[in-house]
C-alpha cells in the first residue's frame, strides 16, 4: 500500500523560501508522476506542479516563476521549493500521486504552512 | 484561463434520497487525444481529498457504486443514487489539461445531512 506524507516547516516568513519534502512508502518516486497541490479558504484546491524523474517538471503558470519541484531518488522523496513566499502563499500542501495523465489517485494527509513575520 | 464552475455549492441532502453536483467548464474539456479528462473528488472532514470518479465517468476502485458521473464538452454531473452519512463533505470537480500540462480544480460543493 502506497503512502506519502508531507514534512516541513509550519511558519515561514514573509519574503523567504518555503521548503517542504513528500516521503513515499510503497511505490518508488521513480515509478510515477508525482503532484504538489495547496488548498486555501482563499483560493480552494491549487495545482502547483508536477515532476518525473526522468523528465522536466511542470508547473502552475501562476507560480512557475517562484517553484522547483524536484525528487531525491536515494532517499525516495519528493521536494517543494517555493521562493518570495507572502501571505498568499498560507495553505495545507499536499503532495499526490498522478493517475494516469489525470486525476490525482493517493494523496499525502497535507502539511500547514502559514506565512507570517 | 479555464474556469470550473459548480452548482450548487451548498447541497443539504436527506439520507437515503438522491444527490446531484453540475460542474460546468468555460471551454471544452475534449482534449486532442479525443479524451476528457474531468474527474471528481470527495474530500471528508479533515481528510485530504480522494479521488471517486476519473474520465467523466470511471469509478475509481474502491468507490461505491452509488457514485456515478456523466457529461461531455462542458457539462458534467456527479449523482449519488442514495446519500449516506459518510458522503457528507466537499465536492471537486477537476480538469486536466494535456499540453500544456495544467489542472484546474472546481471550487467545491458542500454536502450535508438535512
Known amino acids: 500500500q502506497v503512502h506519502l506524507q508531507e514534512s516541513g516547516p509550519g511558519l515561514v516568513k514573509p519574503s523567504e523560501t518555503l521548503s517542504l519534502t513528500c516521503g513515499f512508502t510503497g511505490a518508488s518516486v521513480k515509478s510515477y508522476y508525482w503532484s504538489w497541490i495547496r488548498q486555501s479558504p482563499e483560493n480552494g484546491l491549487e495545482w502547483i506542479g508536477f515532476f518525473f524523474y526522468t523528465a522536466r517538471a511542470y508547473y502552475n503558470p501562476s507560480l512557475k516563476s517562484r517553484v522547483t519541484i524536484s525528487a531525491d531518488l536515494a532517499k525516495n522523496q519528493l521536494s517543494l521549493r517555493l521562493t518570495s513566499v507572502t501571505a498568499a502563499d498560507t495553505a495545507v500542501y499536499y503532495c499526490?500521486?498522478?493517475?494516469?495523465?489525470?486525476?490525482?489517485?493517493?494523496w499525502g494527509p497535507g502539511t500547514m504552512v502559514t506565512v507570517s513575520s | 484561463d479555464l474556469v470550473l464552475t459548480q452548482t450548487p455549492l451548498s447541497l443539504p441532502v436527506t439520507l437515503g434520497q438522491p444527490a446531484s453536483i453540475s460542474c460546468r467548464s468555460s471551454?471544452?474539456?475534449?482534449?486532442?487525444?479525443?479524451?476528457?479528462?474531468l474527474s471528481w473528488l470527495q474530500q471528508r472532514p479533515g481528510q485530504p481529498p480522494r479521488l471517486l470518479i476519473y474520465?467523466?465517468?470511471n469509478r475509481f476502485s474502491g468507490v461505491p457504486d452509488r457514485f456515478s458521473g456523466s457529461g461531455a464538452g462542458t457539462d458534467f454531473t456527479l449523482k449519488i443514487s442514495r446519500v449516506e452519512a459518510e458522503d457528507v463533505g466537499i465536492y471537486y470537480c477537476?480538469?486536466?489539461?494535456?499540453?500544456?500540462?495544467?489542472?484546474?480544480f472546481g471550487q467545491g460543493t458542500k454536502l450535508e445531512i438535512k
Open positions: 477537476l480538469q486536466a489539461t494535456q499540453f500544456p500540462p495544467m489542472y484546474t
Open positions: 474520465k467523466i465517468s
Open positions: 471551454q471544452s474539456l475534449v482534449q486532442s487525444d479525443g479524451n476528457t479528462y
Open positions: 499526490a500521486r498522478l493517475y494516469g495523465n489525470d486525476a490525482f489517485d493517493i
